[in-house]
């Protein structure tokens, strides 16, 4: 069974930076597909941000140019490093890993932006 347990999360003034981490219990080169979703209060869970086992990243178009995702083979984490936040950026933000046979969820960990 893999585990995920995500870090770094807090409360920030906006305009401030965050960085998540993911620390995951398998070498995340076995994987096709790494994530970062966020689940706000009454909504849906949503994609943040993605990374393709080849590089290729991708992002929701609320957090392009603020957010980015990456990965340390060595140290088996997947990042996601959070810029100029808002406070619509207050959520729950979980990591996500994917292999041939299923995804992979940690517990989440919470940012809240707010003055």
């Known amino acids: 069974q893999v585990q995920l347990v995500e870090s770094g999360g807090g409360l920030v003034q906006p305009g401030g930076s965050l960085r998540l981490s993911c620390a995951v219990s398998r070498s995340i080169n076995s994987f096709y597909y790494m994530r970062w979703y966020c689940q706000a209060p009454g909504k849906e869970r949503e994609l943040v941000a993605a990374l393709a086992s080849g590089g290729h990243t991708s992002y929701a178009d609320s957090v392009k140019g603020r957010f980015a995702i990456s990965r340390d083979s060595a140290e088996n984490t997947v990042s996601l490093q959070m810029n100029s936040l808002k406070p619509e950026d207050t959520a729950v933000y979980f990591c996500?890993?994917?292999?041939?046979?299923?995804?992979?969820w940690g517990q989440g960990t919470q940012v809240t932006v707010s003055s």
């Open positions: 996500n890993v994917e292999d041939r046979r299923q995804n992979y």
